[in-house]
């Protein structure tokens, strides 16, 4: 007897079998999951764009150590500290060059469309390069000229006619705060929750269009290290050096990202939002799934009896309820994974943001949609445990 019913249990896909009685409570089980899954997928997207779209520029940055304002907050926030902070680095032992930089969010007209948008200035001496982007690198001799730009190819507006004179070697104006300037190249960074592009010039054309900045109050210090000298050994000198100074704050280049992606992730209303919308997806989901193997417990809690009537203990009963649950998150996540790829694409191209699949993302949710699964079929096997064949007749 023992015999049998282990090769019953070995043989038969009870929760399968169940699952699949009614399809209609299946489909409405799969299609729960499914939406679950989509909204968690689209605010990992969101929340993965937003801080990836928010420090592309600090990745691009050519420097090896960052000297900040110690009251700036991230690129659209930043304070200045003075010029001369950058020739007392230089003095530094194994400091190779010190450059200055100016940032400032700017209103600008859109010269396809002339409506106003915020977009980010970026300046610095065309004499040298300040950013690892070598569509700017090629075109700094057109910056040295008075009221030349370049523009930012991957912005976020209508700007297919602008982009289409440029490819076709015009130059294309437009005016910023009251003063016209000439688009005259394109380059490729992208937009982000910030704004909605980036302006590149010289320092010289940059004041012009901010006339109240002073050409010694700087945004950025760009700290380049010789060869054979250590970075963090360097950092350390400067801030021995600078130590006394407070409007000065030394930082690499990777804590000068992570600086910029924190600031969106504790300080930014909007990072958490999107964590708490990955939550509120993860919740949705243990609700929706309990209650169809709540649903399902129910109405076999009889048959359930008979088993345990028939010798067959809790362990297996329980095993039953997480064969459901499990083929519940595979079936779920199948549409789950499918349904955010379009998704994806359509918020790309409307918002320009890096919203992409990751193998990571996907392998995330799979597991968690295991556990959110797993969770709720813990939950709903709570009356079975309890269930008593004597009480059932």
């Given amino acids: 007897m023992v015999g049998f019913i282990q090769e019953l249990q070995r043989r038969t896909p009870l929760g399968w079998l169940q699952l699949n009685h009614q399809k209609s409570r299946l489909l409405v089980a799969i299609s729960g999951i499914a939406f679950a899954d989509v909204l968690i997928f689209m605010q990992l997207g969101f929340q993965n764009a937003l801080y990836d779209s928010n420090t592309r520029f600090h990745r691009s940055v050519n420097a090896d150590i960052i000297l900040i304002s110690p009251q700036s907050k991230n690129l659209q926030n930043m304070s200045t500290f003075s010029r001369r902070r950058l020739l007392q680095a230089a003095d530094v032992p194994g400091v190779k060059s010190a450059q200055a930089m100016y940032t400032g969010l700017v209103t600008w007209k859109n010269p396809q469309t002339k409506r106003k948008t915020s977009v980010q200035a970026i300046a610095f001496s065309p004499e040298q390069s300040a950013l690892n982007i070598p569509e700017i690198d090629h075109q700094l001799d057109i910056i040295k000229l008075p009221d030349q730009f370049l523009f930012d190819r991957g912005a976020r507006g209508d700007y297919d006619q602008v982009f289409a004179q440029m490819d076709a070697g015009k130059t294309v104006s437009t005016e910023i705060e009251k003063r016209t300037i000439n688009i005259s190249g394109l380059f490729k960074l992208g937009a982000s929750f910030g704004a909605d592009g980036t302006l590149v010039s010289s320092d010289e054309n940059f004041l012009r269009i901010f006339p109240r900045r002073s050409v010694g109050s700087v945004s950025l210090g760009l700290i380049n290290v010789k060869p054979g000298y250590d970075i963090e050994q360097v950092a350390a000198a400067l801030k021995t050096h600078l130590g006394n100074n407070q409007d000065v704050k030394v930082i690499t280049h990777a804590e000068y990202v992570k600086m910029e992606e924190d600031y969106w992730k504790k300080e930014s209303p909007i990072g958490f939002i999107f964590s708490i919308g990955v939550s509120m997806g993860f919740i949705v989901g243990v609700i929706i799934v309990y209650q169809v193997l709540s649903t399902d417990v129910n109405s076999h809690l009889k048959e359930y009896a008979t088993f345990k009537a028939m010798g067959y203990n809790n362990t297996y009963l329980l095993g039953v309820i997480f064969e459901e649950a499990i083929i519940l998150a595979a079936l ?46 813990t939950i709903a096997t709570g009356k079975l445990q309890s269930a008593d064949p004597a009480d059932m007749f």
């Fill in 332 to 377: 779920g996540f199948i549409p789950g994974f499918i349904i955010p790829l379009g998704l994806y694409n359509l918020a790309r191209n409307a918002t320009n943001l890096p919203i992409y699949m990751t193998l990571g993302r996907a392998l995330f949710v799979f597991i968690l949609t295991f556990i959110m699964c797993t969770i709720s079929g």
